[in-house]
């Protein structure tokens, strides 16, 4: 199937502080690989996929991986509008990211609408693997806080494709059903453009 000939296509951000691994997760998700020279992200950068959804839809994901550094959040969170579901990354060897993720679930619910549905993904598991003393962030800790504001939750590893398609799948699977039952048609972006209202320093297709 082409892309163009997917009926159901669903705007989705990635959000969460700098360096948290947001871009090498989206590698690792699109082309099964990362970051040769990392860098952080300026501004937003977007990459599709197509995902079936239990063998019956086949959905196209536009992903838009936003930068978490400070000096651009005004670009970003403009770019959270028509969303319909965020990943939102935290490492889980750095316990301010954790905290932080209370602020990045509040923009992205200001400018995407209350009803976006929120995937909390703790990264970096690798590194709790090769010592748990690396771990700053709970697992209870963080489940608990994703039930208590109605997020689904996952630990992930880019570096190891830890919990990466699964991540994404369950987001989508929760997006589609959604809007199946409720549509909204301005949610389903199948021809996404850019807004020329909106700011747009270095927006740039993933070179994934
Ligand atoms: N150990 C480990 N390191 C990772 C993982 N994912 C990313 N990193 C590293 O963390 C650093 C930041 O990764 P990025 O993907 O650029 O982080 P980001 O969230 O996109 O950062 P911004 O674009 O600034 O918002 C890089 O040095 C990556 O190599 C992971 O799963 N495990
Ligand atoms: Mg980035």
Same mark, same amino acid.
């Given at each position: 199937?082409?892309?163009?000939?997917? *009926? +159901? &296509?669903?705007?989705?951000?990635?959000?969460?502080?700098?360096? !948290?691994?947001?871009?090498?997760?989206?590698?690792?998700? !699109?082309?099964?690989?990362?970051?040769?020279?990392?860098?952080?992200?300026?501004?937003?950068?977007?990459?599709?996929?197509?995902?079936?959804?239990?063998? *019956?839809?086949k959905v196209k994901a536009q992903i838009?991986?936003?930068?978490?550094?400070? #000096?651009? %959040? &005004?670009?970003?969170?403009?770019?959270?509008?028509?969303? !319909?579901?965020?990943?939102? !990354? +935290?490492?889980?060897?750095? $316990?301010?990211?954790?905290?932080?993720?209370?602020?990045?679930?509040?923009?992205? #619910? =200001?400018?995407?609408?209350?009803?976006?549905?929120?995937?909390?993904?703790?990264?970096?598991?690798?590194?709790? $693997?090769?010592?748990?003393?690396? #771990?700053?962030?709970?697992?209870?800790?963080?489940?608990? =806080?994703?039930?208590?504001?109605?997020?689904?939750?996952k630990e992930t590893s880019a570096y190891?494709?830890?919990?990466?398609?699964?991540? =994404?799948?369950?987001?989508? *699977?929760?997006?589609?059903? %959604?809007? %199946?039952?409720?549509? &909204?048609?301005?949610?389903?972006? %199948?021809?996404?453009?850019?807004?020329?209202?909106?700011?747009?320093?270095?927006?740039?297709?993933?070179?994934?």
């Open positions: 199937m082409a892309d163009d000939d997917t *009926k +159901y &296509s669903y705007k989705i951000v990635l959000a969460g502080d700098t360096g !948290v691994g947001k871009t090498n997760i989206l590698r690792r998700f !699109v082309s099964d690989s990362l970051p040769k020279t990392p860098h952080p992200t300026i501004g937003v950068e977007f990459a599709t996929k197509i995902i079936d959804i239990e063998g *019956k839809d838009w991986d936003t930068a978490g550094q400070e #000096r651009y %959040k &005004s670009i970003t969170s403009a770019h959270y509008r028509n969303a !319909v579901g965020a990943l939102l !990354v +935290y490492d889980v060897t750095r $316990h301010q990211t954790f905290v932080n993720a209370k602020r990045w679930a509040e923009e992205l #619910r =200001f400018h995407a609408g209350e009803d976006i549905i929120v995937l909390l993904a703790g990264n970096k598991l690798d590194l709790v $693997h090769k010592s748990q003393e690396n #771990r700053q962030v709970s697992r209870e800790e963080a489940e608990k =806080f994703a039930k208590s504001n109605g997020m689904l939750f190891e494709n830890e919990n990466i398609a699964e991540s =994404f799948q369950e987001l989508l *699977k929760d997006v589609h059903y %959604k809007q %199946k039952a409720n549509p &909204s048609p301005k949610k389903n972006v %199948k021809n996404y453009k850019l807004d020329p209202n909106q700011p747009q320093a270095n927006e740039s297709k993933c070179s994934c």
